[in-house]
Every structure is written in C-alpha cells, then in structure tokens.
C-alpha cells in the first residue's frame, strides 16, 4: 500500500471511486469477521442468540410492571405493553446501530495493525451484527405482538424506511465518534452514561408530550422523531411526521461518517500500533 502525504479528499470523485471499490473487495474478509465475532459472542452463552432481544424485553417488562402496579401513568390510549415493547426494540436498534461499530472496531483492533486488510471490512462486518440483531428481535416481537394487540395497517409499509432511518443515524453517530473511541476509551464508557440518560427523557416508554420540543436534550436527539413515527406506523397511525427529511439526513450523515472513517483509519492504525 502506497502513502502519501496529500489528502486523499483533494481528488473528491476518485476519494469516493475509492471508497466504493474497496468496500466491494472487502465484503469476503467482512463476512468472516462477521461469523467469527458472532461465534464468539454466544460460544461460552447458556442462551446464546436470546441475548440478542433480552435488554429490551426486560425494559419492556419493567415499566410495564410499574403501570400496572400504578407507580407510573404514562397516559397511553390502547395497549401499554405493545406501545412499551414497540418503542424498547426501536430503541435499542438506534443503541445497536450506535456500539455495535464501536465494539467491532475494538475487536478487530490487533488485526488492523499487523494485516494489510482493506479496513471498511469492519463497516460491513458492523452492518451484518446489527441487521442479525434487528432481525432477531422482530421475530420475537412479531411472535409476541399479536397477543398484545397488534392488528395490521397500511402505514405498516413504512416501517422499513422507519427502521433504515434509525440504523443510518446510529451508525453515522458511531463513525463519526470512532476515531476518538479507539484512542480514548472514556468515549464509549461516557456514551453508555448518555445513552442511558437519553433513554430516560426520550418518549419510549411514555408518550411525547406538548412541550416535548422545549426539552433541549430531546430536541438535540434526532431518533425521538423517527422512533416516534416508526411506533405509530406499527401501531397503525396515517401520520407521515418528517421522516424523509431526517432519512435523507441521516443518509448524508453516514456519508460524512464513512468518510471521516476512511480518512482517520491509516493515523488510528499508526498511532495504535505503537
């Protein structure tokens, strides 16, 4: 592999040609980290793949328990346990989309700096962890939502590019943060404090409110719109809400991410393999 010391931006048509030619040729050694790491994952598990849509079930059994036992009112017309089990998978989705790059990047860590590989095999490797998480967890939300309530809908159509929008935007996130998350590990450990946080305030679990806009932190989170209008669209709303503004957005977004991505990984791996 040639360096050199003119930015690869400079010639922006040929740093895209790149970009694409490269992703395409890493797509074998991408399937191999992706079966490996997922091996790995669930080797040593009594329950293997069930802990893949564990964390949201039990969210979603635990404030379901607190309404029930009148401890909270979240004022929701209809099904509280699908509304409740319905916004806890969307959510974790954004929270996969948004470690799951993060974690393969730390694994695969050693790897980078000592074999010449073409490095957006970790993208896609990322991509094929959180699409296995995602179609895990709809299989137990489709097993389990028809005996909650949920009746099919038109706007149910919607979903994917519902779901798309989330993944685009989480995964954008993390690239855009994964430079510094290789050097500093403080970055993933204060993300799992803000995340956690951002759970909290943002409507899952209860439903948005009229002043939802005059919290700053939910305004700032750009999943609550999408979150929102994915929830309502399996619920069976006609409310289009912005979602091709902020698909569109979060498509640009993860282009910006990529892009950081490509030029940052040669400095990363220099300055990690030291």
């Known amino acids: 592999m040639l ?28 399937w191999r980290l992706f079966t490996r790491d997922l091996s790995a994952q669930y080797r040593q598990s009594i329950f293997g793949y069930i802990w893949a849509f564990i964390p949201p079930l039990v969210t979603a059994l635990t404030f379901i328990y607190l309404e029930h036992k009148k401890i909270i009112a979240p004022n929701i017309a209809g099904s509280y ?34 074999v010449n590989v073409k490095k957006e095999a970790i993208i896609l490797a990322a991509s094929g962890e959180i699409a296995f998480s995602l179609i895990l967890k709809l299989v137990v939300f489709l097993a389990i939502a ?26 954008s996130i993390s690239l855009c943060l994964l430079p510094l998350s ?20 943002a409507p899952i679990t209860y439903a948005p409110s009229a002043t939802q806009s005059s919290n700053i932190l939910n305004s700032l989170n750009l999943s609550v719109p999408v979150i929102v209008s994915t929830r309502d669209w399996i619920l069976g709303s006609t409310t289009l809400g912005p979602i091709v503004p902020l698909a569109i957005g979060s498509m640009l977004l993860f282009f910006i991410g990529w892009t950081i991505f490509k030029v940052s990984i040669p400095h990363l791996i220099s300055r990690i393999g030291n």
């Open 146 to 171: 028809p005996f909650l309530g949920l009746a099919t809908a038109p706007m149910q159509l919607l979903v994917p590019l519902g779901l798309g929008t989330l993944i685009a935007l989480g995964f």
């Open 182 to 201: 290789v050097l500093y590990t403080d970055i993933q450990r204060g993300l799992t404090i803000l995340l956690n946080f951002a759970f909290l305030l």
């Open 81 to 114: 346990p699908l509304y409740v089990l319905t916004g806890t998978l969307l959510w974790q989705t954004f929270i996969d989309a948004i470690t799951i790059p993060l974690k393969v990047m730390h694994t695969n860590k050693t790897l980078l700096t000592k």
């Open 3 to 30: 360096y050199s010391p003119v930015s690869p931006l400079k010639n922006f048509p040929l740093f895209v040609k790149s970009l694409i030619i490269d992703t395409y040729k890493s797509r074998h050694l991408a």
